[in-house]
């Protein structure tokens, strides 16, 4: 396969830092935490570098990888484009491993969002089921009359080992459009950056309320 210039995919990078801002502003990227990878062709995706504070990211910062869809089982790849000074994502792996699993996934959020963190400290089992809310209609193919069961992960020292764990989960909740990691944050997909956004957005908004139910329930207030 022929590569196209790098000037091709400037409309996602920039996507990418746009949003980065907008998750920076939300608490779910501080710290140089978090990250976001856009898929630009079948097997070629960009990747925000780590250790960089995401909202001052610029086009020229990412990463653009090849991830070899012939290696279905393997969150093997290549750099592409490889950013002076810059290290790319530990995330990556667990990003590809993602694509490979969903391969209507147009865009990874990985966020380190406090609600999610909470809701993995209050909730011991290994998944959690959301029911009972309008926000459910804002992910594809749930409704406020159904439920929605995302897995819980448990956290490891260093993220690029979650690659394998987040793979196998993946395949075997094929409604979800997420997976939680416990006292780290959430991985979330989407056929495009829009419903990635969209994604993740309500899961936090469900996170938080399911977290205040919990609470609310404990007091024999509802």
Request: aromatic share 10%; proline share 3%; glycine share 6%.
């Amino acid at each position: 396969m022929k590569l196209k210039l790098s000037e091709t995919y400037q409309t996602e990078k920039e996507m990418i830092c746009e949003l980065c801002k907008k998750f920076y502003v939300l608490g779910w990227v501080s710290g140089t935490g978090g990250g976001m990878s856009i898929k630009v062709e079948d097997n070629l995706a960009l990747i925000a570098p780590s250790g960089v504070q995401k909202e001052e990211i610029k086009p020229s910062d990412l990463f653009l990888i090849d991830f070899f869809l012939s290696t279905e089982h393997s969150a093997s790849y290549s750099i592409v484009e490889n950013p002076p000074e810059h290290k790319i994502s530990a995330c990556t792996s667990i990003f590809v491993n993602i694509y490979k699993q969903r391969a209507s996934a147009g865009a990874v959020i990985h966020s380190h969002s406090l609600n999610a963190v909470m809701l993995t400290k209050v909730v011991k089992d290994k998944e959690v089921t959301l029911k009972g809310y309008e926000m459910l209609k804002g992910l594809e193919g749930s409704t406020y009359f159904g439920s929605h069961t995302l897995p819980i992960l448990d956290n490891v020292e260093h993220e690029c080992d979650l690659a394998d764990a987040v793979g196998e989960i993946v395949a075997k909740y094929p409604s979800a459009h997420a997976v939680l990691v416990r006292d780290h944050g959430i991985y979330v997909w989407g056929k495009t950056p829009q419903q990635a956004k969209v994604h993740a957005e309500c899961y936090d908004y469900l996170f938080s309320a399911y977290v205040k139910e919990l609470h609310l329930k404990a007091l024999n207030l509802i």
